[in-house]
């Protein structure tokens, strides 16, 4: 079964670092691109980025670039989101999902569960 | 880039069949046929029910089908059920190799 599975909740403070990760298995980690999607509380889904894990080309919607790091360790079939500085409005569900078809980036096929990131003094 | 713009809600009876609109420009809708579909149900990740315009996947109801017309790509949900009561989103890929979401449209099932 092809799944992505992101770690857990989180709870910052306003200037704190955070890197959150999503977990593929099921599928060739390296061929299909990986991508991160905002879901601000109440409100749409957003695009953030997106990356190929097979040589880390990476891709970022202009609103995000900048403000977000996407990584990933192939090795451990891994990709990230991170934060250098969270502000209150990062607080919001972020998923992962993967891209679909292979060589393409944009349709998603398989969701995450999504975390919950909570910035707040 | 701007969102996709959706209707921010559409309601329907049992039985019938609704459309949902989902108006992008000659960058991003009008450009490619690289239009997807998603369904969330409150509290779930989003669900692919659509790709590239018309395609279903594997195991989606044969009850949703996929259209586009210029800049404007439409979801057609028949034979409205109970269970379709979620919000749904559209997506395109753009001529600046990203991807841009609707606003979303929430469907109610009267």
């Known amino acids: 079964e092809v799944q992505l599975v992101q770690s857990g909740a989180e709870v910052k403070k306003p200037g704190e670092s955070l890197k959150i990760s999503c977990k593929g298995s099921g599928y060739s980690f390296t061929t299909y691109w990986i991508g991160w999607v905002r879901q601000m509380p109440g409100k749409g889904l957003e695009w953030m980025g997106i990356i190929y894990p097979g040589d880390s080309d990476t891709r970022y919607s202009p609103s995000f670039q900048g403000q977000v790091t996407i990584s990933a360790d192939k090795s451990i079939s891994t990709a990230y989101l991170q934060w250098g500085s969270l502000k209150a409005s990062d607080t919001a569900v972020y998923y992962c999902?993967?891209?679909?078809?292979?060589?393409?980036?944009?349709?998603?096929?398989?969701w995450g569960q999504g975390t919950m990131v909570t910035v707040s003094s | 880039q701007s969102a996709l713009t959706q209707p921010a809600s559409v309601s329907g009876s049992p039985g019938q069949s609704i459309t949902i609109s989902c108006t992008g420009t000659?960058?991003?809708?009008?450009?490619?046929?690289?239009v997807s579909w998603y369904q969330q149900q409150p509290g779930k990740a989003p669900k692919l029910i659509i790709s590239d315009v018309s395609n279903r996947p594997s195991g989606v109801s044969n009850r949703f089908s996929g259209s586009k017309s210029g800049n404007t790509a439409s979801l057609t949900i028949s034979g409205l059920q109970a269970e379709d009561e979620a919000d749904y989103y559209c997506g395109s890929y753009t001529i600046s190799s990203t991807v841009v979401f609707g606003g979303g449209t929430k469907v109610t099932v009267l």
């Open positions: 999902a993967k891209s679909f078809p292979m060589g393409h980036y944009d349709t998603f096929d398989v």
């Open positions: 000659s960058s991003d809708v009008g450009h490619y046929n690289h």
